[in-house]
C-alpha cells in the first residue's frame, strides 16, 4: 500500500492524487501538516536521494526561510533535520509518496510514470 502525504492546498497535491486515481492505484492520504512522516519513512526517502537532505525538505516555504534552514541545513545532523520535519509538517516536500518499493517527493508526472505503472491494482 502505497501512503501519499498532502496538503490540501497544494496544487501539486491534487495533480498527483488525480494521477493515483486515473492509474487505479491504491493509496492511503495523509494530511503532511498535521501527520508528517514517521522517521523511518523519513529515513528511507533520505536514503532514496542518496543523503541529499535538501531534497526531503520544502525550500520554498515561508516556514523553512522563518527557521533559517537555507543556512544550517547542511550543518545539521540527520536526527536534527528529522526533528525540524517531523515538528512542522509544513517543512516536507510535498506530495511525499512512500510505499515497500517506492520512495519519492515531489510530483513529475513522467517520473511517477516510470515508478508507478507496475503497481496499479
Same mark, same amino acid.
Request: contains cysteine; charged residues 30%.
Given at each position: 500500500?502505497?501512503?501519499?502525504?498532502?496538503?490540501?492546498?497544494?496544487?501539486?497535491? &491534487?495533480? @498527483?492524487?488525480?494521477?493515483?486515481?486515473? /492509474? *487505479?492505484?491504491?493509496?492511503?492520504?495523509?494530511?503532511? &501538516?498535521?501527520?508528517?512522516?514517521?522517521?523511518?519513512?523519513?529515513? &528511507?526517502?533520505?536514503?532514496?536521494?542518496? *543523503?541529499?537532505?535538501? &531534497?526531503?525538505?520544502?525550500?520554498?516555504?515561508?516556514?523553512? /526561510?522563518? @527557521?533559517?534552514?537555507?543556512?544550517?541545513?547542511? !550543518?545539521?545532523?540527520?536526527?536534527?533535520?528529522?526533528?525540524?520535519?517531523? /515538528?512542522? *509538517?509544513?517543512? !516536507?516536500? /510535498?506530495?511525499?509518496?512512500?510505499?515497500?518499493?517506492? @520512495? !519519492? %517527493? *515531489?510530483?513529475?508526472?513522467?517520473?511517477? %510514470?516510470?515508478?508507478? =505503472? =507496475?503497481?496499479?491494482?
Amino acid at each position: 500500500m502505497l501512503t501519499i502525504y498532502t496538503y490540501k492546498n497544494c496544487s501539486t497535491c &491534487r495533480k @498527483a492524487t488525480k494521477f493515483l486515481q486515473s /492509474r *487505479g492505484i491504491t493509496y492511503e492520504e495523509k494530511p503532511i &501538516r498535521e501527520d508528517p512522516p514517521t522517521l523511518d519513512q523519513l529515513a &528511507r526517502m533520505l536514503e532514496t536521494y542518496d *543523503g541529499q537532505m535538501k &531534497r526531503l525538505f520544502n525550500s520554498s516555504s515561508q516556514d523553512y /526561510r522563518d @527557521a533559517g534552514l537555507k543556512h544550517t541545513l547542511a !550543518v545539521l545532523s540527520e536526527e536534527e533535520a528529522f526533528d525540524h520535519l517531523q /515538528r512542522n *509538517g509544513n517543512l !516536507v516536500k /510535498r506530495p511525499f509518496l512512500i510505499g515497500e518499493n517506492t @520512495a !519519492v %517527493v *515531489g510530483f513529475k508526472e513522467s517520473e511517477w %510514470v516510470a515508478l508507478l =505503472d =507496475d503497481l496499479k491494482s
